[in-house]
């Protein structure tokens, strides 16, 4: 599970990093989003809130001009039933005084500013009074706040809505909208727009809040993009296998192809060699025989015993033909050697293994022991030798339980040669067999041709190594490849 873990790490890497980018991304795209739609909706809630705050200052302005009228029918009675914001509405005529200090004081402050003013402010209640000092008479309207928000207009739902809506004047707050409850320094995101009303009679701020924790963002559509990711991933992964098992088959073909060839070298020059010997004799046999018939007095015991020869050698004919277990010689086969980095060609061997290696659940070791090195070796022989060497051990590991199998690839060298030993938990080689196993056509496994380690110690030959065999002293087998170094150490 590990060693699986391990190999799909940089695969979950690549996965956790575009993930986060992509959450990031809709995440920042999102909070922009309700940012723009927060701007847009607060700066609306202004503009509605300050047409109203104008309109008083309209209506007190209009009520100075007409200036008065019949006591019964004055026209700021009139007012509260057309304007559902205006609670009351009152005048001061010649003469009359306010009901409360606070309207006469703003009347003066009025007179001063020459323009109307805020009187008493109980933003609790939800209430304000505006006076707007005139001759001959002075107008003072009460304003309430509920009422004067037009919700007919307003852009958002005043219920469902978390954005908050407050107007502040110094000290003193009136919500507008609840919103969604937050306090200062909850995890997320917070947006606010201040702004004071439009009309100098009126300085309220208006105040819009936003609060977007982290549970409101898009957490559906990042998980959806995590998993696209991970299914293109996955499809990607899929290739890059198909295409390095694609080019590991089309190695091993390669190998197996050029060691058919060099097997069917090794066999056709050993019938060759093997049945050479037996027909110049039957010949040689043949021929003496016919010339002792054709004497005046034909020597019989001696043509028999000729003729008998030639039997024998016909025999042994048939014996080659059908064992074929001598070892033999390409001529001419001499190995181009050059420097060859034996630790790459181990690995090399491994990499076109791994489908063997992880059926047969056998995780191989690769160690070298001292400096790395290049030894003097033809590069496709040496691939050759290795791959047979490691097929081998794996098939020699299948007669053992899984848990006890182990492959281990050492190498070392001495001052003049590189050493490649193969060491698996095999049965081990039987001691009466040992002497026997580079010879061609002898195998100790059921079915097996043969002539594989023979063709491993003709190619190790061909290029001046040599390749030897033994029994680790606990379990399984070791082969052990000498080849000169390409550079002797000093």
């Known amino acids: 599970m590990f060693a699986h873990l391990q190999r799909l790490r940089l695969w979950l890497l690549a996965w956790a990093a575009l993930s986060l980018l992509s959450g990031m991304y809709i995440a920042r795209g999102e ?3 309700q940012q723009d739609v927060f701007d847009t909706n607060a700066r609306i809630v202004h503009r509605l809130l300050s047409q109203q705050v104008v309109q008083h200052d309209a209506i007190l302005a209009t009520l100075a001009l007409l200036h008065g009228g019949n006591a019964a029918d004055r026209p700021e009675q009139r007012l509260p039933a057309l304007y559902g914001q205006i609670a009351a509405a009152a005048h001061r005529g010649a003469n009359e005084t306010w009901p409360s200090p606070e309207l006469a004081n703003a009347e003066a402050e009025s007179l001063r500013l020459k323009r109307a003013v805020l009187a008493d402010v109980d933003l609790q209640k939800g209430t304000y009074q505006l006076v707007l000092a005139a001759q001959p008479d002075s107008y003072a309207l009460t304003i309430a706040l509920r009422n004067m928000v037009p919700w007919a207009e307003w852009p958002m739902k005043p219920d469902t809505s978390p954005v908050q809506v407050r107007l502040d004047l110094g000290a003193k707050t009136y919500t507008v909208q609840a919103g969604r409850p937050f306090a200062m320094g909850d995890a997320g995101w917070t947006f606010e727009a201040r702004k004071v009303l439009a009309a100098e009679s009126q300085p309220f701020e208006v105040v819009s809040r936003l609060h977007v924790p982290w549970s409101a963002l898009p957490w559906t559509y990042m998980l959806i993009s995590a998993g696209t990711i991970a ?17 590991r ?7 197996g192809q050029r060691t058919r060839l060099n097997t069917l070298g090794e066999l056709a020059a050993g019938m060759a060699h093997e049945i050479n010997q037996p027909l110049t004799a039957i010949l040689a046999n043949t021929q003496a025989a016919s010339r002792l018939l054709d004497d005046a007095e034909p020597d019989l015991t001696a043509a028999r015993s000729a003729m008998q020869m030639a039997v024998q050698q016909a025999r042994r004919a048939s014996d080659v033909v059908g064992r074929l277990r001598r070892t033999v010689e390409r001529p001419g086969s001499a190995a181009a050697v050059q420097s060859v980095d034996l630790h790459a060609a181990c690995q090399h061997a491994l990499y076109l293994l791994e489908p063997e290696l992880q059926r047969s659940r056998c995780t191989p070791t690769l160690t070298v022991d001292g400096t790395p090195f290049e030894v003097q070796a ?23 339980p899984l848990q006890q199998r182990a492959l281990q690839l050492v190498l070392s060298h001495t001052a003049t040669h590189g050493v490649l030993r193969v060491q698996d938990t095999g049965p081990g080689i039987p001691p009466d067999a040992l002497g026997k196993v580079f010879e061609p056509f002898f195998s100790t496994r059921e079915g097996g041709l043969g002539l594989g380690l023979s063709l491993c110690e003709s190619l190790a030959q061909g290029m001046g190594a040599h390749l ?3 029994n680790l002293p606990n379990q399984g087998a070791e082969f052990t490849l000498q080849m000169p170094l390409a550079t002797p150490a000093p």
């Not at 299914?231 to 080019?247: E, I, P």
């Not at 088959?249 to 190998?255: L, S």
């Open 31 to 33: 909070l922009t989003r």
């Open 231 to 247: 299914l293109a991933l996955l499809r990607g992964r899929m290739l890059v296998q198909q295409r390095t098992q694609q080019r």
């Open 249 to 255: 088959e089309e190695e091993r073909q390669r190998v």
């Open 378 to 400: 033809d590069p496709v022989a040496l691939e050759q030798i290795i791959h047979n060497l490691l097929t081998n051990a794996l098939q020699a590991m299948e007669q053992v």
């Open 468 to 470: 030897s065999a033994a």
